[in-house]
């Protein structure tokens, strides 16, 4: 493919400290000599007056003043200042137009006239348009609107105005590439997310123990990833946490990502849960190396049963067991993990996965170094 200049309008700042699809796919574009201009969240949800969120707005406005930055060769990144009540058609006119503005300066001020639009954010088609790209991707990875704060029917009307529009679109759920194919057919493509195996295959090494794990006891049940109530399964830990006191859970992760409600009360009463908060990305094998099992423990919702979990490959790639709910796209690797489906097949699976360690080791190490992100680019490029 010849080099390209990319828009890319995603769902998620730069620097969110865990990275997903949005960044991996930008960065990798870029390293590969194509020109990425990188609009942050427009903040779909409605804010809340939680800190969490207050901060957050602090933290965009000045973003905002800063303008675009140039944060890597060949990304450049924009956090645009928007008003984020979506479901008033004033507001979104107001938001477009206004960026719009800014945007064609920016557009021209950078060279990227000529470019392709690659969105994750479904509300954005009008915006895309104006700035007249030659082809429109729509990467969708999440079911936004099974997501909480979110108004359902406006990512749905929007997504569909998006499909039908699109020159090529990706999906990293079977349930999402099912909904979506019956809009845009043979234009649509399933590729799951996938991990970067270079860098949490270290965790294979028996890496150094973290300071803030030395003194928690195995078996460490891990989990890393958002801990809201809409992604974990609170009520599964606290009852194994009571039950089996000599489990220690370790959860890594920002509380209340996308759900600023979320309370972690319950979690910090027992003595055998360890809230970590956040980690550099760059540490992160080390704390799963440390870990007996790695713990997908999502609770049934719209939203899970649409996901594929970014953590699954990343888990595998580290050489750890699997403990994971049966949601929907997990069900065609399930040779290669601990499936649970309740509580009770939790705990049975725990207890297995502590025994006999992981499923089949030679398949694990071969799908987690088959589904890497340059493997995966590579073949979504062939479609673009």
Known sequence: MNKENFIIY?????????WTNKQHIASRLAKRGNRIFY???MGLRAPTVKATDLKRIVKKISAFFKGVRNVSPNVWVYSPLAIPFHRFWFIRFLNNNLLNLILKFYVWKLNFQNHIAWTYNPTVLSLMKKLKPKKIIYHSVDDLSA???IDKSLILTKEKELLKEADTVFC???KIFNQCNEVTKDKTFYYSNVVDYDHFSKARENLEEPNDLKKIPAPRIGFVGAVSEYKVDTELIL???KKYPHWHWVLIGKVGE???GTSIDKL???KNVHLLGPKNYNDLPSYISNFDICTIPTPLNDYTNSMFPMKFYEFMAGGKPIVARNIDSLKEVRDA???????QSFEDQIKKAIEAGVINPELCNALSRENTWEKRLDKMLLHI
């Open 268 to 270: 910090l009463s027992f």
């Open 258 to 260: 996308g759900q600023p």
């Open 337 to 343: 993990h601990y499936s649970y489906g309740d509580i």
């Open 239 to 241: 009852s194994t946490a």
């Open 10 to 18: 995603s769902t998620a700042d730069w620097d969110n400290p865990f």
């Open 39 to 41: 609009i942050e969240s």
């Open 147 to 149: 997501s909480p704060g």
């Open 172 to 174: 990293t759920s079977l």
